[in-house]
């Protein structure tokens, strides 16, 4: 065995879109960082769609750009396509999408990598976290290598015992042509015992758009005026770019029929897979089985870079057997004669229970071990940076002894997000929602740098050459709310941001002041429950009065807060009222022994 000689404060196993957050935000935060995936060549690769952004995702996305994260200033970079969804609602859902080049996306993420002071990247593939008294103490490789460090993320996504589905054919993969990581799978689920699970997803055929009949679709073009998904971007010169196209059309009748005839032959019916998959997003057959009224779906048509003809297809995932494929493309108009490039699948993969960690994504078996992305049971790049990011800056303050970084539900999706997954856990893959945030007035797209750059820079993800322009542009923003119609006086260079987005913000937060006001206050009771800390050793069993299944709710959840403990399901207000009473007491025992 080869043992390498630094020992790392940090290192990230997977480069996917949660392991690169993670490894820049530690190695940016100053903690010696090591990336270690199984293929340079894929890192931060789009396993879906070209996409990035979306309805919620979209916020997520702000928010991690916010933070100091780099999906947001990547996807800019390599934007061929901008949509702003939900336009026909209320501004605090809109949420941009922007479909990017997808080779661009990969390897500016990777050149940023590669130039990150503090950090390491190197191919090689984990197959052990090695622990020593029950902490963690570094990672061996598949090269027999061991890597010594004081910490490690995994971020493994859809590879953990992966297996490939199209139609009743089944091989191993993590992605079509990339082995899977089964050694490390046995290791976490026989040696580290982390509660195992498994899902599944799927995605789409990929076409050449050379004999495609363009007439026969709807032409979506990008938005135009833009907006930048960056807060970091200049949105005056993005707009003097060029963008492509996208296009929507419908499945017809024929492929109604198509789908009927073969559902046997599909792997999700031909009994060959059993997890649960992405409920909202559907595989072309799943949508004919559950709303058999409905004789024809939207498709988008999404172009997967400036230099290539391939196209993505949405709407059209699917784990039929290749001449099925064949025939569901055939069946749609202007599509007739399109050649596939690349056959839709699913793939089935292990996850670990969400459960099982604290809202730092810290495991509470493992201690210096975090998990973050898809191998904690969601789904979406976005959701998986979101938590990359935060596993990558609480593994930095860990190294440095500092006090751990939590959003809160009313600071950001990411918070809702983590807090969904730690306390309630997932039965299906989980992906965010709008609808899941019970503040999300206080969460909106344009008022994510406000919520969040100070922390960005404080925790030093925000280059301090930000910081007076952003307190500049806070200070227009107060002024515009005070006095919509007086023009405002500018202290300092605005630099990235402006009075026109000083507008746009002071004008939908007007528009939302009275909903606002009453999200804040609800949302201040919640900052106090949260406040209160749970002290370490409270045994709940011993609360006179709890019920026995709340207790073993909250024995197997162990919040870190009173908050915390009031969103397990099941446990009742007159739980936390007794709590509260009782760890007052607890605590005033502790202090006076
Ligand atoms: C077929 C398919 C369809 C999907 N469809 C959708 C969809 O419709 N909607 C949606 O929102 N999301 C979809 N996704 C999910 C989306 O791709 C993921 O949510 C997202 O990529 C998760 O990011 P991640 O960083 O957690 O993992 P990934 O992006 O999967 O990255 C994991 C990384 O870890 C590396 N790795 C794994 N094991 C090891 C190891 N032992 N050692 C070193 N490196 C390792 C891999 O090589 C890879 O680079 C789909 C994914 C797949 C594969």
């Not at 198509?258 to 997890?275: C, K, P, T, V």
Request: charged share 25%; aromatic share 8%; glycine share 8%.
């Amino acid at each position: 065995m080869f043992v390498c000689e630094e020992t790392y404060d940090v290192i990230v196993i997977g480069g996917g879109h949660a392991g690169c957050e993670a490894a820049l935000a530690s190695a940016k935060m100053g903690a010696k960082t090591l990336l270690l995936t199984q293929n340079l060549d894929t890192i931060a690769q789009m396993s879906c769609n070209p996409s990035i952004g979306g309805i919620a995702k979209g916020q997520i996305v702000r928010e991690i750009d916010a933070l100091g994260g780099a999906m947001g200033k990547i996807t800019d970079y390599s934007a061929l396509h901008y949509h702003m969804l939900n336009t026909g609602k209320g501004p605090a859902v809109h949420s941009p999408r922007v479909q990017c080049d997808k080779k661009i996306y990969q390897f500016t993420f990777k050149h940023t990598l590669e130039k990150q002071p503090n950090l390491d990247i190197i191919q090689d593939e984990a197959v052990k976290i090695s622990t020593s008294d029950n902490r963690v103490d570094g990672v061996l490789s598949i090269r027999n290598t061991f890597y010594p460090a004081k910490n490690v993320i995994l971020t493994s996504g859809t590879f953990l015992a992966g297996s490939i589905h199209i139609g009743t054919e089944m091989f191993r993969g993590g992605r079509y042509n990339d082995m899977p990581s089964d050694l490390l799978a046995k290791n976490l689920r026989d040696d580290l015992k982390l509660n195992m699970m498994r899902f599944k997803t799927g995605t789409p055929m990929r076409i050449n758009a050379r004999y495609l009949d363009f007439s026969q679709f709807r032409l979506q073009p990008s938005d135009n005026p833009l907006q930048a998904i960056s807060h970091f971007t200049d949105e005056k010169e993005q707009a003097k770019r060029t963008f492509g196209c996208c296009y929507v059309t419908r499945t017809t009748l024929a492929t109604d029929k198509i789908l009927r005839e073969n559902f046997q032959r599909s792997a999700m019916y031909s009994g060959n897979i059993h997890s649960i998959g992405p409920r909202y997003c559907p595989s072309v057959e799943d949508k004919i089985k559950k709303f058999p009224e409905v004789t024809s779906h939207p498709l988008f048509l999404e172009p997967e870079g400036f230099y290539t003809e391939e196209f993505y297809i949405q709407g059209f995932s699917t784990s039929m057997p290749e001449d099925v494929q064949r025939a569901l493309i055939a069946s749609v108009p202007g599509m007739e004669k399109a050649t596939i490039t690349r056959l839709g699948y699913a793939v089935e993969y292990d996850f670990s229970d969400p459960k099982d960690l604290y809202p730092t994504l810290e495991s509470k078996k493992i201690p210096h071990l975090f998990l973050a992305g898809q191998v904690n049971g969601t789904t979406g790049y976005e959701e998986a940076g979101g938590q990359g990011l935060i596993a990558g800056i609480n593994a930095a303050l860990k190294t440095q002894e500092k006090e751990p970084f939590v959003l809160r539900r009313d600071e950001a999706y990411i918070g809702v997000l983590i807090d969904d997954l730690v306390n309630k856990g997932v039965n299906e893959p989980y992906r965010m929602f709008t609808s899941r945030a019970e503040y999300r007035i206080l969460l909106r797209n344009d008022n994510a740098d406000l919520r969040l750059v100070p922390h960005g820079l404080k925790l030093g993800l925000i280059d301090e050459r930000y910081r007076a322009p952003f307190e500049a542009y806070r200070d227009v923003c107060a002024q515009l709310i005070e006095n919509p119609t007086k023009e405002p006086s500018v202290k300092d260079d605005l630099s990235v941001w402006s009075v026109e987005k000083a507008k746009r913000h002071a004008e939908i937060h007007k528009k939302y002041e009275g909903y606002y006001e009453r999200n804040l206050k609800d949302a201040e009771k919640l900052a106090a429950m949260d406040a209160v800390k749970i002290p370490q050793g409270f045994d709940p069993s011993a609360v006179r009065g709890l019920l026995f299944e709340s207790a073993q709710k909250l024995k197997e959840v162990r919040p870190q807060t009173l908050g915390q403990a009031s969103r397990i399901p099941g446990v009742t207000p007159s739980d936390i009222q007794l709590l509260a009473v009782h760890i007052e007491r607890f605590r005033r025992l502790k202090n006076a022994r």
